[in-house]
């Protein structure tokens, strides 16, 4: 298991396994050795929730103007 920090490259990968196998985590996490599924699914809602918070603050931004 790799413990070193999430890289780009990682992204990359993920991106495009995440293309054949849609939301198949285990499957995605076969084409980026050393990374377990645990950790995938939870870069994934790290992500979402970092969208999500930027969302709401734009449509904050946007009703306060």
Same mark, same amino acid.
């Given at each position: 298991?790799?413990?070193?920090?999430?890289?780009?490259?990682?992204?990359?990968?993920?991106?495009?396994?995440?293309? =054949?196998?849609?939301?198949?985590?285990? $499957?995605?996490?076969?084409?980026?050795?050393?990374?377990? /599924?645990? %950790?995938?699914?939870?870069? =994934?809602?790290?992500?979402?929730?970092? $969208?999500?918070?930027?969302?709401?603050?734009?449509?904050? /931004?946007? %009703?306060?103007?």
């Amino acid at each position: 298991v790799r413990k070193s920090p999430w890289n780009e490259i990682e992204d990359f990968v993920f991106i495009e396994a995440h293309k =054949i196998h849609g939301n198949k985590w285990a $499957e995605i996490a076969k084409s980026i050795p050393g990374r377990l /599924v645990s %950790l995938i699914t939870y870069i =994934i809602e790290l992500q979402l929730n970092k $969208e999500s918070l930027e969302f709401l603050n734009e449509e904050v /931004v946007t %009703l306060t103007v």
